[in-house]
């Protein structure tokens, strides 16, 4: 029931609405109830986190904090965030 639940609440409006608005890529994957939404871009990840919250508060539903966060991937990400810190 819950992945018929968030086909709608997130599935849809993450393609319908939040992929279409993002300058660079944006890709959601989702099993079940848990998903990683994936971006191009830093300031469309924090966005989408932001938005995420309200849209899940809309249908009662809230995120869980201890689980997300927004990681860093990619071939130079280990590079980029070491010397971004300094």
């Known amino acids: 029931m819950a992945n018929i639940y968030l086909h709608y609440v997130l599935d849809i409006w993450f393609n319908n609405f939040i992929k279409k608005k993002c300058k660079g890529e944006a890709y ?3 099993y079940a109830d848990d998903f990683v939404c994936c ?4 300031n469309e990840a924090i966005a989408f986190y932001e938005a995420l919250k309200v849209r899940l508060n809309k249908f009662s539903l809230q995120i869980a904090e201890d689980k997300t966060k927004i990681l860093y991937f990619g071939k ?8 971004e810190r300094t």
């Open 28 to 30: 959601i994957v989702r």
């Open 39 to 42: 971006f191009q871009y830093e």
């Open 76 to 83: 130079n990400a280990y590079y980029d965030r070491k010397f």
